[in-house]
């Protein structure tokens, strides 16, 4: 998967780029089909200490790309927060699939049935 993360206002250090690339490969686990991810964390020091940190997700998937962000006072919460949302989103997607196939299923079954008797 092609990663791309974009610091605004704050250095990108090497144990906060491990903890993303972590992050990621949890992701990757989950939805192996997925493109690319794009990553960007800001620091906006104008606002309130308790929203400082601001992370945004951009996961491009086959379909409608899924997008999450998230605004913490830690920059490591912000990314855990924003990959839960995306997991979140991941397995709703996942599971409408089953749900649809399943529909399919039941429905041709239940036609069979229909017109042996």
């Known amino acids: 998967m ?4 974009t610091p605004h206002n704050l ?3 090497e144990a906060l780029e491990s903890h993303i690339r972590g992050r990621i490969e949890k ?5 192996p089909r997925a493109i690319s991810a794009q990553v ?3 620091h906006d ?5 308790e ?3 601001k992370c945004s997700m951009r996961l491009a998937v086959a379909g409608p790309d899924l997008y999450a962000e998230d605004h913490e006072s830690d920059m490591y919460a912000a990314i855990d927060l924003v990959t839960k949302k995306i997991e979140q989103q991941i397995r709703k997607r996942h599971n409408k699939e089953k749900a649809k ?3 399919l299923g039941a429905r041709a079954k ?3 049935q229909d017109a042996n008797l």
């Open 45 to 49: 020091k104008t606002i309130a200490p």
């Open 51 to 53: 929203n400082a940190f």
């Open 2 to 5: 092609n990663l791309v993360i």
């Open 101 to 103: 196939n399943h529909a």
């Open 11 to 13: 250095s990108l250090t």
């Open 27 to 31: 992701l990757e686990h989950i939805d």
């Open 110 to 112: 239940q036609e069979l």
């Open 40 to 42: 960007i964390i800001e």
